[in-house]
């Protein structure tokens, strides 16, 4: 997220009912039967978008019946019999089969437009947790998993991670624990599932806002004012980036941007504080049950680095490295905002501010301007073009399909040189009251070989809250945020592109260090001139693509500030680290403390 990850990160942000295995063979023709709208069929893609309330709960049910049905069966193979027929591949093929069927009772929640399905899901999404977790602690079924990992049969090197994966998923939510200890696991992790529900659902409340004067709002573009609704005089600012972000970058009233900044950082409010803290210390309880020193040793025990040891030295070495830059780059901005306001003491709130107005010094670049060639439809059709173009590929719109809202698209993708169907995606991307408040990718299925030889093709959501039309006008993009939609759009071919043979390592569930890189490498084409031609054309005549110069502005922008940009990163990551590596950690005094270490002095 895209929310990076983020939930920014991303990583599909559906949940930890996403990443385990659930029933085999579930019957959902019945569902599907009893449903009074038509739905066209999509070969190759098994689950429904568009749930009811009561139909999500009814699969919810069926889902778990069925994966206690496939464990029970697993758990019965004598250990003396164990082979991969039939230990390990009911488990590959029942993640293969239900998993489409998890995330069709996810999604709702983060794009419904009734309240009453979004309720459902995330119930949904709390029964299945805990269903997957009570599975992943089952000792019976460990036991024939290592029972089969000692006979030592041979099998190919996907099987063989594919086994190691579940030995290491089994160990650590406890499978080895005794029982009075997976009994106290269990109500910590639920507790722990609980609080992160309530945190997102905080954070992305779109409801909150804020009325402010127009002279409060001076220096923002007039199309900028157009689009806030207007309220006894005032306008309405939601706190969202689409609001936020701009404000930062180009108000010149600095009560106004810290007032916005305040609020903007403050959402969930001492409720959210009050939640991270608990979080922390139930974290700690959590990793201390299963073996490790602290939490953040479990959490880094899968990635690269194995221990917070290395991460901390990575980051103050980084932190070192960067300190002479960003001391640089800060004094220039604190010269900036003197010369403007008479005032030296320099905020978070005044980052985006003085960097867009040194970038207006140093970067022969209007970004208002700029943004004027970026209309959402071009923006979308020429991001279309270019992935086709670069990995030969084909997208076709599928009409009169059922779809959550009318705003959905739905594409599917073709291999332009072979014209084998590699998969679907949806484009939902425009804002509407309820829905997800951040740009990230969903994945519906993953792509696999099925144990009766046939294949299920990935399906991915692209999810945004791209401003709609006005008044028949088009609505025009930031440029960052076409950046971030392109890169959004990258995890979807690259899910598309996937060709595991277990769902397990489909698109987007493959290792988390490599996650994000193919998106950041891709994000580049941004800035070359053959794809910002294609997805940019001024808004009254898309003729008129941006023009080289402005290209080569923007590649100059995006490199101005790296240093400051980097220990922001560090400062949050720090943070993360330490909080995460104690039983109760003072967050405030953390924050106090680290400022001098990262040497992040635009922090008051």
Not at 54 to 80: G, M, W
Not at 114 to 123: F, H, L, T
Not at 515 to 525: D, R
Request: glycine share 4%; charged share 30%.
């Amino acid at each position: 997220m895209s929310p990076r990850r983020k939930e920014k990160r991303v990583v599909a942000l559906a949940g930890a009912a996403a990443l385990v295995a659930v029933g085999l063979n579930l019957a959902f023709s019945a569902v599907a039967a009893r449903r009074r709208r038509k739905r066209q069929e999509l070969p190759g893609f098994t689950a429904q978008v568009n749930l009811s309330a009561t139909e999500i709960n009814r699969l919810a049910d069926r889902i778990i019946a069925k994966s206690k049905e496939t464990y029970d069966a697993v758990a019965a193979v004598p250990l003396d019999k164990v082979s991969f027929a039939n230990a390990i591949a009911p488990l590959t093929e029942l993640d293969a089969q239900q998993f489409p069927l998890v995330q069709a009772c996810l999604l709702p929640r983060m794009v419904s437009p009734s309240a009453d399905v979004c309720r459902a899901s995330a119930e949904a999404e709390k029964r299945l947790d805990s269903h997957f977790l009570l599975c992943r602690q089952r000792e019976d079924v460990y036991r024939v998993v290592k029972a089969f990992t000692e006979r030592g049969e041979r099998i190919g090197p996907e099987a063989t991670r594919f086994v190691q994966c579940l030995v290491r998923e089994f160990e650590r939510n406890g499978a080895k624990l005794t029982q009075t200890k997976r009994k106290e696991m269990e109500k910590l992790r639920s507790h722990i599932d609980d609080l992160n529900l309530k945190y997102i659902q905080n954070v992305s409340d779109l409801t909150k806002f804020l009325l402010l004067s127009e002279e409060e709002l001076a220096g923002m573009p007039l199309e900028f004012l157009k689009d806030l609704e207007e309220t006894d005089g005032k306008r309405k600012v939601l706190l969202t980036s689409y609001h936020v972000t701009p404000i930062l970058e180009h108000c010149k009233v600095g009560s106004t941007r810290k007032l916005i900044a305040v609020a903007y950082g403050q959402k969930g409010g001492k409720q959210n504080v009050a939640i991270l803290e608990k979080l922390v210390q139930i974290r700690h309880r959590l990793a201390r049950l299963l073996g490790y020193s602290n939490y953040s040793d479990f959490a880094i025990e899968p990635r690269m680095p194995m221990t917070s040891r290395k991460v901390l030295e990575f980051l103050e070495e980084m932190s070192e490295q960067l300190s002479d830059l960003a001391n640089r780059e800060l004094g220039l901005l604190k010269d900036l905002k003197m010369k403007e306001e008479g005032d030296a003491q320099f905020g978070m709130e005044d980052l985006l501010y003085y960097m867009k107005r040194a970038e207006q010094h140093k970067v022969d670049l209007d970004i208002g301007e700029i943004k004027r060639y970026f209309p959402v439809q071009l923006v979308i059709s020429g991001m279309l073009k270019m992935f086709q173009d670069l990995f030969a590929l084909r997208f076709e719109e599928i009409k009169d399909v059922e779809v959550w809202h009318d705003t959905v698209r739905l594409f599917s993708v073709w291999d332009a040189s072979s014209s084998d169907h590699m998969g679907y995606f949806f484009l939902d991307i425009f804002s509407r009251e309820g829905k997800y408040g951040h740009t990230c990718v969903v994945a519906l299925q993953n792509g696999c070989l099925c144990s009766n030889g046939t294949h299920k093709v990935p399906v991915a959501v692209l999810l945004s809250q791209c401003p709609k039309e006005f008044d028949g006008n088009s609505a025009l993009l930031r440029f960052p945020e076409v950046v971030r939609i392109f890169h959004e759009f990258s995890h979807v071919v690259h899910h598309i592109s996937n060709r595991a043979t277990f769902s397990r390592f489909s698109g987007l569930r493959l290792e988390g260090d490599f996650a994000e890189i193919p998106s950041l490498l891709l994000e580049n084409w941004c800035y070359e001139s053959v794809s910002l031609k294609m997805m940019s054309g001024f808004h009254q005549d898309i003729t008129k693509s941006v023009t080289s110069e402005a290209y080569q502005s923007l590649k100059r922008r995006r490199d101005m500030f790296a240093g400051l940009k980097l220990k922001q990163e560090i400062l949050l990551c720090l943070v993360d680290q330490i909080i995460h590596t104690s039983e109760d950690v003072d967050i405030n005094d953390l924050i106090k403390d680290l400022h001098p270490k990262v040497e992040c002095s635009f922090f008051r």
